[in-house]
């Protein structure tokens, strides 16, 4: 029998932090599902657009960014918005780009608050692999829905991940809302 080792094992000795230990999704940091170059040709995040919207996620598009749930979502309701144009790096959008991928991103908020009422928000856009985008060729904008104790020990301890909703029903309850969640643009 080999000796087991304690979580308090790892990391620095005295830090005072604790680990939230996640090696479920180790699959998906070891590049399951991640294209095999940084081309359009494989970029997911290209192809999404030229599909159906149900198949493919998308919640709203717009006329350079469009709104997709997140296919490893970290919470129900996880959107994320990206431009069209395939760019990586957030200096390289353009004024409209960064304004619309902006607007796009409130509306995600003020939907999810419409449709799901979460107590708060993380937005964020992780640059480059180190940093732990994903899909590090093309920019996206997460927009994760956070209720109070909504992280928990299933995914830790039984490798589960407690989803209330499917992904396809998730997108039809936030595409029949954008519209109506309130656009916060103000008329001319």
């Known amino acids: 029998m080999e000796p087991t080792q304690d979580a308090a094992d790892f990391g620095p000795p005295g830090d005072g932090l604790q680990r939230l230990w996640t090696p479920h999704r180790l699959v998906y940091i070891g590049g399951q ?9 494989t970029c997911p995040f290209c192809r999404i657009p030229e599909g159906d919207d149900e198949t493919g ?10 709104v997709v749930l997140n ?9 994320m918005v990206l431009p069209y144009r395939h760019v990586s790096d957030y200096t390289d ?10 607007q796009l991103t409130q509306q995600a908020m003020r939907v ?16 480059g692999e180190v940093a732990g985008a994903g899909i590090a060729a093309h920019l996206h904008q997460h ?19 407690a989803m209330p909703e499917l992904l396809g029903d998730t997108r039809r309850r936030l595409a029949e809302a954008w519209d109506t969640a309130g656009g916060g643009e103000e008329e001319s």
Do not use: M
């Open 57 to 66: 996620l998308v919640v709203a598009r717009g006329q350079l960014c469009y």
């Open 112 to 127: 999810s608050r419409a449709v799901y009422a979460p107590a708060g928000f993380n937005l964020g856009i992780n640059q």
């Open 71 to 79: 296919l490893y979502p970290y919470n129900s309701g996880h959107l």
């Open 33 to 41: 599902d991640r294209p095999a170059d940084a081309t359009v040709a």
């Open 93 to 102: 959008l353009t004024e409209v780009e960064t304004v619309e991928l902006a």
């Open 143 to 161: 927009v994760v829905p956070r209720w109070q104790g909504d992280a928990n020990f299933l995914p830790v301890v039984g490798q589960t991940k």
